[in-house]
């Protein structure tokens, strides 16, 4: 009964190539996001989505796209992949509504572009 | 632009003995404060949290520490197990929105 499961856990691919990693939280919660743990080990925010619409949008190349079928859902889309989108990638959960509460985090994705 | 720091990448402690580990942040909008703990190819997992409104928060072997003025938190662990080998992340937000993280520090419990 994993909380936040995403897939694939591994992903090698091909300069150039599109590609995408799903998300899925079983916990009700109202708002996800996408992470990305680059080589340095920094956690950094990508994407955020509440009740199906973004809300925060950091510097991410508009290469990288979110979609979200639904709440429970959070798919990361990536076109045209660089060798330096090479890093993990961690799709998280929370309850964030106006209230102070923990995010949840998947096990992560780790994308290696060659 | 990082709004949290860990200065410390890695923290040796013998089994028995307290951990601390410490965080910065610079926005002082942050009114609510975590900590997590990784283990190797998996995600991160909520440890203990504290809102801005207390300086203390306890929850068994681990405490949190937060001091406003310096913009400064630790976390606690005594007594400290193999077990607890780990990366610990600090993280923080503003009113619900976004958590940033710090880059982590990587801690071994020595048996």
């Known amino acids: 009964d994993t909380a936040v499961s995403q897939t694939p856990k591994y992903l090698v691919t091909q300069m150039g190539n599109d590609k995408s990693i799903k998300c899925e939280q079983n916990?009700?919660?109202?708002?996800m996001y996408w992470y990305k743990q680059d080589s340095k080990k920094f956690l950094k925010i990508m994407f955020s989505?509440?009740?199906?619409?973004?809300?925060i949008n950091e510097t991410v190349p508009n290469r990288f796209s979110p979609k979200s079928p639904d709440k429970a859902h959070l798919n990361l889309h990536i076109n045209s992949l660089e060798l330096g989108d090479s890093a993990v990638y961690f799709c998280?959960?929370?309850?964030?509504?106006?209230?102070?509460?923990?995010?949840?985090f998947g096990q992560g994705t780790r994308l290696t572009v060659v | 632009d990082q709004q949290v720091k860990q200065n410390s990448p890695s923290l040796s402690v013998q089994e028995g003995r307290i951990s601390i580990l410490n965080c910065d942040y610079t926005n002082s909008m942050f009114d609510y404060f975590l900590w997590y703990k990784k283990y190797p190819a998996e995600g991160p997992t909520f440890l203990i949290s504290i809102s801005s409104i207390k300086d203390k928060n306890e929850d068994g072997r681990f405490t949190v520490f937060l001091n406003k003025s310096a913009k400064h938190l630790s976390l606690h662990i005594v007594p400290s197990q193999p077990g607890d080998s780990a990366v610990y992340f600090c993280?923080?937000?503003?009113?619900?929105?976004?958590?940033?993280f710090g880059t982590g520090t990587s801690l071994t419990v020595i048996p």
């Open positions: 916990l009700g919660h109202d708002t």
């Open positions: 993280a923080a937000s503003a009113l619900g929105n976004q958590f940033y």
């Open positions: 989505y509440n009740n199906k619409e973004l809300i």
């Open positions: 998280a959960s929370s309850q964030s509504r106006g209230r102070n509460t923990e995010a949840f």
